[in-house]
Every structure is written in structure tokens, then in C-alpha cells.
């Protein structure tokens, strides 16, 4: 299994789109192209599964090394475990449903299809990477075409949380850089299995790790420094959306796991309750900001702070089930929160509104997409059955067995938020999807398309699959999260 | 002996017979057409830029007052590259000027000044290549000849390099005063930090920042390249500037080079202030402009800001990274330039509100400043990504993490200005766009060139490995 191909895969498709001429050449090149990811992502599962069932312990699958900058000390070095692999499949499974929810997309439609693969390629390396300095590259590959998704087809006040978005993440990705040089010069190496056998001091772990753990938290809505999120996600266009809240905070999370606290877990320690600290309010903080909101893609992103809030509070409690939890709420959020903006961007095409008020009794005109809204509802306040519960739970379960009473107390504060996301969903439901029709032309709408029902489909489909057979996902990652927990009780001991 | 002096000059006898074949040109007694002149001099200057790259070897000549070697034959290389490229550029705005000979007799001028100035391995042989290059600069700025701001330019830059050449022969009368040399070789053996000592250092380094325009002493370039015609404020900007950048690091790294603690100290603290407060005040002043050439004058100002934190490295691997970034900057912003000049010559607007609404009228051309500008604000894949991050890598070499804070935050304001360019290409309406520009085979190719040099230069690493085999 050659790991380079899912980067060459999505960046021909995106070289192919530049030179065609009509809207349908382009949906056809892009959605060939995006299915021939996603039957490479379900190839590489295969290749893993069979190659851990023959018994290959190694830590990382699929290497492949080749020098870059050899003064440097620079490589580009690439290699799987479980826990890419999983995000891999969240990026495949979210890009296809992307691309099937823009079909209609006219305006410009050549661009937004080439960036929106171009984008996916940046997920795919950050995702693959085992040398720092090739995954901050892919790291912020994986912003600009964000940028420019959001400025030109966005809606709203789109330049402003465009240049805001872009800001914040590349401000997020010079503190990584600041902490990879940090790491660099302790160890004269980029790469992650050569750092991870070594001990960096514990002082200079303790310097760096605030510096990349922030960097890479500000991806993924670490409070304070959580603004971008509301604002960027709900100017964005429906896919855009759709990728910024199911993979691209994903990017900060795998990094803060991977990077920082893998790196460094002694620092990791350290700074532990301060990570559960900012974790627990920008859960609670993420809930009942959206309990104040009315509109449907803000509900959404605020939801998205309270929840990539449970990937920081897992990863802060260091242990191995909160850890576990963390990567499945990664998964779980991403799957879920694409098909949310996915389908809210289908209620938005038709009534071209996204008010709360303004809608009412949708069930009636269109009950498929009305029905895709209520199970990723239900899943996103963790409705056992879905992705979201297994997930959350597993957090729950995981921090618990911290036997302090700060960290009960933490675990409580994180619980009580599911009441807070039970109301505002329930709420909008209610309001938009029962309720009376608030607005008679309204009446005349269709349900979903073909597109549409095979992409929220797709995501359904993932969502179910956690939900059901939890063990399958928690199998996958179990060798990934064993070595980052391993390292940590080693070493924090 | 002669042989030797082929060799080892060849760039410059090839820039020299130019400017002579040029002159002969303009003194017989027919007229030749703009453009056949035009392609000449291209076809000149492709041939002694592919000529560069053979028959290298170092010595040096003159009673060891002209030196080269590998790394500077691939130094001037470089310059040779960048004024290819603009000479392709200004194929519409030279095509109807009056004075297109003189013009390249000029540029050549200071290209050959620029090449001693490299080779130079004595500090008065410095001085007379650097005023070679310097004067004819100036009256390349007064070529918009009907305007007053051209003139106004030039006379702006002869003052302002007059003053910094006097810093600068101020220094050099003081280190033969002490050191009774000026050779570099032997003053970096002899060198000793007493206060006077460090006093001529001084007044060299601000003579240096002078025409590298870092703060505080760049009050003179916005004005100069806002005035000066396109060609010649992208000529500035990187030619001239690379050139700079090159002696500068040779003089810093061989004469002085911080050889005890004391020095090493001044040495290294005078560098880290001018490095940051040019990068901060650089990016300060470029958020507020209006227009594309003083937006790019104050950006340009910030990048060497950041050039001189590689400068700062003191490792091989820091002045390669300088190296490196000059070859990226010249494709960079010499792309963007590229634009700017086309659009200028021929709808005349410069603006950064012209450019509203650029994209529906002009795709290709669109995408082109859009890489550059990617490049210029480090987002990868350019190679301006590679560029700024070996920089801040050399930097953070000598422990200092503050520096490299400061810069990696000063890349997040940068960017700032940059996508401001972006969202007004590509995200704002305007009833009154530029309209469609057509550019002929000889600006389209040079945009090629420059637009292949961005994405490979870093996705490949073959340059900087080559400048980094170079160095020993």
C-alpha cells in the first residue's frame, strides 16, 4: 500500500478540474476523483486490518521515507497507525458528501471543486505525516484554500470571518512552529519516531508544549481562542462547512494528540488542569452560547466549540479510555457535524433562510431531510445508538477513573452539558422540523435529490456503524492510543 | 594569465560587451526599431545567464582585489536570472519609450557594479562597485520622463545613497586607520574589538541597512519605488536589494565575523533590533496602503526583516537560508511585480481598489499575482513557505526563541495585507474593473518563469541543497 497515493490521488483530480470548461465535466472529474479516495482510504483499511491480523506490531504501518532537505535533517516521512487511519476515512467519507452536496454549485463551480480537493489533500498529509516539518506544511496547505472558500462563496459578513479564520489558524500555526523549532533544536530531528524514543528535558518540554499545544488548539476551538469558529462556519458554503468543522478542527485535535502530548508528555502532566480547565468551559461555555442563537449554522458551530470541547478534556486526562474517547469523539464530531451542515445547507437552498423563526413544520414538505436533521440532532446530544453517545461516553468513563475531586468534578461539569445540548437541539427541532408552517411558501418545496440522499446517507451510514458496533472503531485505534499511553506512563512517572 | 582572466570574469566581460555592443547601437547612424532591440538585448542576456553555468572555477585577480568562487558565480547567477526577468516585464512599458538603449545601458551599468560588488574582497573595491551600482540607479529612476514623481524619485535615492555612502567610507577610513588593511581576509584575522573598531562597524552596518532599507533607515523607499516606473522599483526591490544582501552577509560573516564575546555581543544584539523593528515596522506601514507599489516597497521591508534573521543564524545553514530566500523572493516578487507592471503600462491604474473585481476580467493574471502573494506571505505549497521557515529555523539556531516568536507572529500580520490584495482580486465587486490585458509572448513568459521557479524551487529541494553544497 503505497501511502503517497492519497496525496497524488486528490491533487490529479484537483490538476484535472483546472483545464475543463463545463459545470458537468467538473462534477464528474470531482466526484470520480473523490470516490477514488474514498476506495483507497477503504483499500488502505483493508491492507491494516490484514496486516495487524498477520501479527505486525509495529507502531506505524505503511512507511515510507524519503530525504527532503538532507542539511536540514528533513524527511518525507509518512506511515499510519489507527488513529490516522480513522481520520483518513472521516476526511474520505466527509470530502465524497461534500462534493454530492455542492452538485448545484454554478458559480465559479471550477475553483470551489478545485479547492475544495485541494483541501482534502492537505487533510490526507497532515494526516499521514511522521516528519513535523511535512505535517505543518500540510498543516497549513490546508488553510488558504479555507480562506478563499469562505470569501468567495460564502454568505453573511463572509470576508470578515474569512480573513478572521485565516488569521487565527495561521496565528495558531506560527505558535506550532515556534514549539516544532523548539523540539527541533533539543533533538536535531523532525522526525516523530526518532523524537519519541529520545527524553527531552523536562524544562524544555515545559517551554514548547504551551506553544504547540495552543497552536494546535486554536484549530480546534481551544477556548479562548474558540471566534473563529462561529463566525467561519456559518459564512462558509455547505461543504466548506462541512469540512471545516468535520476535519479541519480535527487537524488541531490529531495534532495536540499527536504532537504535544505524544512528544511531550511530561509537560503534558504538567499542564493538565489548565487543558481541563479550558476544556470544561468551553464545553459548558459552547452549550449555552447556543442556546442563544437562531440561527441554524450557528447553533451548529456553537455546538461544535462544546463538543471538540470533549477531544481537549480527553486528551488532558491522559488516561488511556479518556484518550480513546477522544479520538472517537474526533470521529464521531466529524462525522456528525458534517451531515448537521450538510443538511442544514439543504433546508438553507430551499428556504433560503436559516432563522429558527422563520421555519416550521418542515416534516410536511420534506421529510427526508427533515428526518437526516433529527438523527444527527439526536446524535449530537448523544442519543445511545449513535456515534456521539459511544464517544461521549467513553470520555466520560475515561476521566471518571481519575480518582480526585478535581477531575470528578471536571467530568461532572462536562456531563451537565449534555442537558444544555439536549435543550437547544430538541428546541430547533421542534421549532423547525414539527411545529406549525410558519410560512406557506414554504409549501411548494421539494425534498432531497439523489445527491443529497447519498451523501447525508454516507455520513448516516458512518454514524450508525460507531453507534452500533463501537468495538470496530475502538479496535482500530486501540494500538495508536496503547503507544501514546504507554509513553506517557513511562515517562510522567 | 589571460586565460585566467576570461575566466574568472566572464560574467562580467559578457555584461561589459552588452553595454559596448548596446552603445555602438545607439551611435550608428540608423534607427533600430524598439522591439527588435528589445529581443536583442533578451537574447544577450539569455545567453550570458546559460553561459554563467559553465566553465566555473575560483581565484582571484588583481592583487587579490577580485575574487570568485563557486558560490559567487552563483550569486550573480541569480541577478542575471532577476534582470532577465524584468527585461522580459517591461516589454510594454519599454516598447514605446524614447530611450530604450540607454535605459539597458543603465541597468547593465549597475548589473556589473552589483557583480564586483560580489566579487570584491577588498573594502574599496566595495566601495567603487557599490557607487558603480548606485548612480546609475538613480537616473534609471527618473525614466518615467514626463512625470515629476520620477524625477522626484530619483533625486530622493541620489541624496539618500549619497548620505549612506558617506556612513559607509566613513567606516572603511576608520578600519584602515586601525587595522592598516582593507583587505577582508586580512581583517578577519586581525580583527580586534576595540571601541573604534566597533564604532566603524557600526557606521558599516547602518550604511549596509541604508541600501537594504531596513529600519530605521528606510524612510527612502516608499517614496523612491512609488515614484520610479515599475520596472525599475521591481529592479530596486530585488536585484539591487539581493545584491546588498549578498556582500552583505560575505562582509559580516569574513571581516567581521564575531570572533570574541564582547563583539560576538554587539554583533549579535545591533542585528536582532534592526531585524525586528524592520519586520515590525515594515508590517505596520504595509497594512495602511493604498498603493500596489508602496504596499509591496513596505512589504519588502518586512521580508528583510526576516532575512536578516537567517543573517543572524551565524551557520551555514543560515546563510544559505539567505541565499535561498533572495532566489525566492526574486521569482516572488518579481511574479507580483510582473502583474503590476503590465497593468500599469497599459491601463495606467495602481491601486489596490483598481484591483477590485480583477479576477472576472483577468483569470490568468489573477492567479498569478495570487501565488506570488501566497509565496511573499510563506503559505505553502510556494516556495516562499520554504524560504521563511529556513529562515526562522537559522534563526532559532542561536537559542533565541523570542526572535523567532516575534517573526512567526510578524508572518501572521504580514498575511494580513496579503490576503487584503487577495479578497480585493477575487471576493470584491467593483462596477468598474480593470478591463482584459492582453500579455504578449514576452511578459507571458516571463510569468511562466516565474511561476514555475515558485512552486518548485521549494517542493524540489535540489536549490537549496546546491547553495548549501556551495557553502563551506
Avoid at chain 1, 327 to 340: C, D, E, I, K, N
Avoid at chain 2, 150 to 166: L, T
Avoid at chain 2, 404 to 426: E, P
Avoid at chain 2, 449 to 458: F, L, M, S, Y
Wanted: charged fraction near 10%.
Amino acid at each position: 500500500m503505497n501511502l503517497s497515493l492519497l496525496i497524488i490521488v486528490p491533487l490529479l483530480t484537483a490538476l484535472c478540474i483546472l483545464p475543463l470548461k463545463q459545470l458537468k465535466q467538473v462534477r464528474a472529474v470531482s466526484l470520480i476523483g473523490s470516490l477514488a479516495q474514498l476506495l483507497l482510504c477503504l483499500d488502505l483499511l483493508w491492507s491494516y486490518m490484514k496486516e495487524r491480523k498477520a501479527g505486525n506490531s509495529a507502531a506505524f504501518l505503511f512507511e515510507d521515507n524519503y530525504t527532503w532537505y538532507a542539511p536540514l535533517n528533513i524527511n518525507y516521512h509518512i506511515g499510519v497507525d489507527g488513529i490516522s487511519i480513522a481520520m483518513i476515512l472521516l476526511t474520505a467519507f466527509v470530502v465524497i458528501a461534500g462534493v454530492l452536496v455542492s452538485w448545484k454549485m454554478e458559480k465559479l463551480s471550477k475553483e470551489f471543486f478545485f479547492l475544495l480537493i485541494f483541501l482534502s489533500l492537505g487533510a490526507y498529509g497532515f494526516f499521514i505525516a511522521l516528519d513535523l516539518f511535512t505535517l505543518f506544511f500540510f498543516l497549513e496547505v490546508a488553510v488558504i484554500p479555507k480562506f478563499m472558500l469562505i470569501g468567495i462563496w460564502g454568505s453573511g459578513k463572509k470576508e470578515y470571518s474569512a480573513m478572521k479564520l485565516a488569521l487565527m489558524l495561521m496565528g495558531g500555526s506560527a505558535l506550532v512552529f515556534v514549539g516544532l523549532a523548539g523540539i527541533y533544536f533539543n533533538t536535531n530531528s523532525f522526525d516523530l519516531i526518532q523524537i519519541a524514543g529520545m527524553d527531552i528535558p523536562i524544562e524544555v518540554q515545559k517551554l514548547f508544549f504551551p506553544f504547540a499545544f495552543i497552536g494546535f488548539g486554536i484549530f480546534t476551538a481551544l477556548f479562548p481562542f474558540h471566534t473563529w469558529v462561529p463566525d467561519g462556519h456559518s459564512s462558509a458554503p455547505t461543504a466548506a462547512s462541512m469540512f471545516l468543522a468535520g476535519i479541519s478542527m480535527k487537524l488541531g485535535g490529531y495534532g495536540c494528540l499527536r504532537v504535544a502530548t505524544y512528544l511531550m508528555p511530561d509537560a503534558a502532566h504538567e499542564y493538565s488542569t489548565i487543558i481541563i480547565v479550558l476544556a470544561c468551559i468551553a464545553i459548558l461555555y459552547g452549550a449555552f452560547a447556543t442556546m442563544m442563537q437562531t440561527d441554524l449554522k450557528y447553533i451548529n458551530a456553537y455546538s461544535s466549540v462544546s463538543h471538540c470541547g470533549f477531544v481537549l478534556l480527553g486528551i488532558g486526562m491522559l488516561t488511556k479510555t479518556a484518550i480513546d474517547g477522544a479520538v472517537l469523539q474526533m470521529v464521531s464530531h466529524g462525522l456528525m457535524t458534517a451531515l448537521f451542515f450538510a443538511v442544514i445547507g439543504m433546508i438553507y437552498d430551499r428556504t433560503h433562510t436559516r432563522q429558527v423563526e422563520q421555519l416550521g413544520g418542515l416534516m410536511k414538505m420534506m421529510p427526508f431531510i427533515s428526518t437526516v436533521f433529527v438523527i444527527a440532532g439526536l446524535c449530537s446530544l448523544g442519543l445511545p445508538g449513535f456515534s456521539g453517545f459511544v464517544a461521549e461516553m467513553t470520555v466520560f468513563m475515561g476521566s471518571w477513573q481519575k480518582a480526585d475531586a478535581f477531575y470528578r468534578i471536571a467530568t461532572i461539569i462536562a456531563c451537565a452539558s449534555i442537558v444544555v445540548t439536549a435543550v437547544y437541539i430538541l428546541r430547533a427541532t421542534g421549532k423547525a422540523i414539527m411545529g406549525p408552517i410558519v410560512n406557506n411558501e414554504h409549501l411548494s418545496l421539494g425534498d432531497a435529490g439523489w445527491n443529497e440522499k447519498l451523501a447525508t446517507g454516507l455520513l448516516i451510514l458512518g454514524i450508525v456503524i460507531i453507534g452500533i458496533a463501537p468495538f470496530l472503531l475502538k479496535g482500530l485505534i486501540n494500538p495508536g492510543t496503547e503507544i501514546i499511553i504507554n509513553k506517557i506512563a513511562t515517562l510522567g512517572n | 594569465m589571460v586565460n585566467e582572466f576570461l575566466i574568472l570574469m566572464k560574467q562580467e566581460l559578457i555584461i561589459t560587451f552588452i553595454i559596448f555592443v548596446l552603445l555602438f547601437i545607439k551611435l550608428g547612424k540608423q534607427e533600430t526599431k524598439n522591439e527588435t532591440l528589445i529581443n536583442l538585448v533578451n537574447i544577450l542576456f539569455t545567453l550570458n545567464l546559460i553561459s554563467g553555468f559553465f566553465f566555473q572555477q575560483s581565484g582571484t585577480l588583481f592583487g587579490d582585489m577580485f575574487y570568485t568562487n563557486g558560490l559567487f558565480t552563483f550569486e550573480k547567477n541569480l541577478l542575471n536570472l532577476g534582470t532577465l526577468i524584468i527585461s522580459l516585464q517591461s516589454y510594454n512599458w519599454l516598447k514605446d519609450h524614447k530611450h530604450v538603449s540607454e535605459f539597458y545601458i543603465l541597468m547593465l551599468s549597475t548589473l556589473l557594479g552589483m557583480f564586483f560588488m560580489i566579487s570584491s574582497q577588498n573594502l574599496l573595491m566595495f566601495y567603487l562597485a557599490l557607487e558603480l551600482s548606485t548612480i546609475p540607479l538613480a537616473a534609471m529612476a527618473n525614466f518615467d520622463l514626463e512625470k515629476r514623481r520620477s524625477s522626484e524619485a530619483a533625486f530622493k535615492m541620489i541624496i539618500s545613497s549619497a548620505f549612506s555612502s558617506g556612513l559607509l567610507l566613513f567606516g572603511i577610513s576608520l578600519v584602515y586607520g586601525t587595522m592598516g588593511t582593507l583587505n577582508l581576509h586580512e581583517l578577519s584575522i586581525g580583527f580586534v574589538s576595540t571601541p573604534i573598531n566597533i564604532f566603524a562597524f557600526i557606521l558599516l552596518l547602518a550604511g549596509f541597512a541604508f541600501k537594504i532599507s531596513a529600519v530605521p533607515f528606510h524612510l527612502w523607499t516608499a517614496d523612491v519605488y512609488e515614484g520610479s516606473p515599475v520596472s525599475v522599483t521591481s529592479y530596486l526591490s530585488v536585484i539591487s536589494k539581493g545584491a546588498i544582501l549578498f556582500v552583505f552577509t560575505t562582509v559580516l560573516y569574513s571581516a567581521f565575523s564575531p570572533i570574541d564575546d564582547t563583539f560576538s555581543e554587539t554583533w549579535y544584539n545591533m542585528l536582532f533590533l534592526i531585524s525586528v523593528i524592520t519586520m515590525i515596522i515594515g508590517n505596520l506601514f504595509a497594512l495602511r496602503q493604498q498603493n500596489m507599489k508602496r504596499f509591496l516597497a513596505f512589504s519588502s521591508i518586512a521580508q528583510v526583516g526576516f532575512i536578516l534573521i537567517g543573517v543572524t543564524g551565524q551557520s551555514r545553514e543560515g546563510v544559505a537560508s539567505v541565499i535561498f530566500f533572495v532566489l525566492i523572493y526574486i521569482f516572488s516578487n518579481l511574479a507580483a511585480f510582473g502583474v503590476i507592471n503590465l497593468v500599469s503600462a497599459e491601463t495606467g491604474r495602481e491601486n489596490i481598489n483598481d484591483y477590485k473585481g480583477f479576477y472576472k476580467t483577468n483569470k490568468g493574471l489573477s492567479w498569478v499575482l495570487a501565488i506570488a502573494l501566497f509565496s511573499l506571505g510563506g503559505i505553502p505549497p510556494t516556495a516562499g513557505f520554504f524560504g521563511k521557515f529556513f529562515l526562522l529555523l537559522a534563526g532559532a539556531g542561536r537559542g533565541n526563541y523570542l526572535l523567532i516568536t516575534i517573526a512567526a507572529l510578524n508572518m501572521v500580520i504580514s498575511l494580513y495585507y496579503y490576503l487584503k490584495v487577495i479578497k480585493a482580486i477575487f471576493m470584491d465587486a467593483n462596477d468598474n474593473p480593470i478591463e482584459n490585458v492582453k500579455a504578449g509572448w514576452s511578459p507571458k513568459m516571463a510569468m511562466i518563469i516565474c511561476v514555475a521557479g515558485i512552486v518548485i524551487t521549494g517542493l524540489a529541494s535540489g536549490a537549496y541543497n546546491y547553495i548549501h553544497s556551495l557553502l563551506k
